[in-house]
């Protein structure tokens, strides 16, 4: 059984190297800029699954931000998606902006940029209105794009769109539409950008290479582990060295320790509504779970990633340190991916 269970990995990494292969030539994906603190130093936080104009306690969890936020002197947020429930706006136009973002995180603290990727949520409703530039003349801070990158100097973030990676919303969409403007065809979008992922984190030589996606990698909630992910993007992730996948969708705050490379999984997605009582253990290396409200931080120097998990009432629940495995922040090219 594990032999055949091996072979089927194998298998379906080599499904995702012929993926990058045949692709189309890669392209430049979008790289913003976020200087780091004088001392070279970053801080952060983030929230996931949060736009419910306040309810399901979204709102002490934001004031709770506020307070750590203003602590660390954060220099920018990240969501993790999901960022307007049920379905996403309705438009541009759509007060749920201000209702559940603007209105929401007034400290003084949180009044710098947020970085954010789209969840499946988010694909229920316009998803072209949160990509709009309409937004950011609204409220400057809301930076959000399908897959991009933020460069903090000491760190490149590698935002990943993960919702059209999941085969079922394509399938089986239920009573739930789904925006597929500029993503259609999948398996083309996909490879697309599984080519310009590799290509984008293979130059890197930033210290510490974070992606951050919606969707669960590795989680022992509600929707459990993403078997597209792993099948098709963490190969990339391990070929180029990524040391942490940051993500949302499960409704709970956890940390999980790849069982086969040094790749950190953790889960900020208790922006607002819990799932209570969730918990479905499995092969995962669990180090963390919290079924409430919360949310995570993160401070970074050139040594050292320290990750703090925060309840509603701004407890801290757990921490984690990690000192860089990079000794020098250049990475050899993947192996699997030769130069045109």
């Keep these: ?34 200087p780091a603190k004088n001392d070279g130093s970053l801080s952060l936080l983030v929230v996931g699954d949060w736009g419910r104009k306040g ?39 759509d007060q749920a902006f201000e209702q559940s973002f603007t209105d929401i995180y007034t400290a003084k603290s949180l009044q710098k940029p947020w970085y954010l990727v789209l969840g499946n949520h ?9 990509l709009s530039p309409v937004l950011r003349k609204i409220d400057s801070r809301f930076i959000c794009m399908r897959s991009f990158i933020v460069n903090a100097e000491i760190v490149d973030f590698f935002f ?10 394509w399938t089986h969409p239920k009573e739930s539409h789904y925006d597929w403007r500029g993503v259609a065809p999948r398996e083309k979008y996909i490879a697309s950008l599984l080519k310009d992922l590799d290509e984008a984190m293979r ?20 929707h459990g582990d993403t078997k597209e992910l792993l099948q098709l993007l963490l190969p990339v992730l391990q070929a180029n060295g990524v040391d942490f996948y940051i993500n949302g969708h499960d409704h709970c705050l ?22 209570r009582g969730v918990f479905q253990p499995n092969q995962d290396n669990l180090e963390f779970f919290y079924d409430g409200q919360g949310f995570m931080s993160l401070q970074l120097d050139q040594n050292e990633a320290e990750f ?21 922040s250049h990475l050899q090219p993947s192996s699997y991916v030769t130069d045109e």
Excluded at 122 to 130: E, F, I, M, N, T
Excluded at 203 to 222: E, L, N, P, Q, Y
Aim: glycine share 8%; charged share 20%.
């Design 1 to 34: 059984m594990a032999k055949s269970r091996a072979s089927m990995t194998g298998a379906l990494a080599l499904l995702a190297v012929a993926a990058l292969l045949c692709a189309p030539a890669a392209a430049e994906l979008a790289r913003l800029e976020n």
């Design 55 to 93: 309810t399901y306690n979204q709102s002490r969890v934001a004031d709770q931000m506020g307070r750590i936020g203003e602590k660390l002197s954060i220099d920018f947020v990240i969501s993790t998606g999901d960022n307007f429930y049920k379905n996403g706006l309705t438009g541009v136009d």
């Design 122 to 130: 988010d694909y229920r409703g316009d998803v072209l209105a949160q």
């Design 160 to 169: 990943i769109d993960t919702t059209p990676f999941q085969l079922k919303y």
């Design 203 to 222: 130059k890197s030589s930033a210290m510490w290479k974070i992606a951050v996606g919606h969707h669960t990698m590795r989680s022992v909630s509600d």
């Design 254 to 275: 956890e940390h999980i320790s790849s069982r086969d490379s040094p790749i950190q999984y953790f889960t900020s997605g208790g922006g607002s509504k819990a799932w």
């Design 308 to 328: 703090i998990f925060y309840d509603v009432n701004g407890n801290i629940l757990y921490q984690y340190s990690r000192t860089s495995l990079r000794k020098t």
